[in-house]
């Protein structure tokens, strides 16, 4: 879900483990031209480069985390081919929050001050295509697809615990 955390594990898991590399899509996405006026465009288009980088990067020995919330499984089937095109494993972690505590997490994102002015603009995103309820679809589906991947490593995220997620994320995986 957004505002669980997926970027901040990504960045500090690319940070302890030295060539991991960290593609966020929002990242790549802002560097989009009209990213702004059309978020959805940008993210369609900046994906399958994601897909390439990420592939390339694989073949090449390296880990990479994505710090996405996937809802299709026929998306998230074109990240795990890209995995296994690139013989690599893949692995699927699910940061997983009370449905109670979604839209209110994704609210608080970026008080901190931190990419405030990304946080400002997808917030007004998520407003356009319905807001909490559309959160809460989101969490839903979320929920739903993860009951359909038995193999996926499920991490409960609590907010302000970003040492104890992070540990439990390392545990989950093995580390």
Do not use: N
Request: negative net charge.
């Amino acid at each position: 879900m957004p505002g669980i955390g997926k970027s901040t594990l990504a960045r500090r898991y690319a940070d302890d483990h030295p060539s991991t590399l960290d593609c966020d899509i929002d990242v790549l996405r802002s560097l989009v031209g009209g990213w702004r006026d059309d978020f959805g465009l940008a993210g369609a288009l900046v994906r399958p480069a994601a897909l390439a980088m990420i592939t390339a990067y694989l073949r090449e020995g390296q880990d990479v985390v994505l710090p996405q919330m996937i809802l299709l499984p026929e998306e998230l089937g074109r990240f795990e081919g890209a995995a296994l095109a690139a013989d690599a494993s893949f692995v699927e972690v699910l940061l997983r929050t009370d449905r109670e505590a979604v839209a209110a997490r994704f609210g608080r994102r970026g008080a901190d001050g931190v990419d405030a002015a990304w946080h400002d603009h997808v917030r007004g995103v998520v407003e356009e295509m319905g807001g909490e309820a559309m959160l809460l679809d989101c969490h839903d589906r979320l929920e739903a697809l993860a009951a359909d991947r038995p193999g996926a490593v499920v991490v409960d995220s609590r907010e302000g615990a970003v040492d104890e997620t992070y540990a439990a994320l390392l545990h989950a995986l093995g580390g």
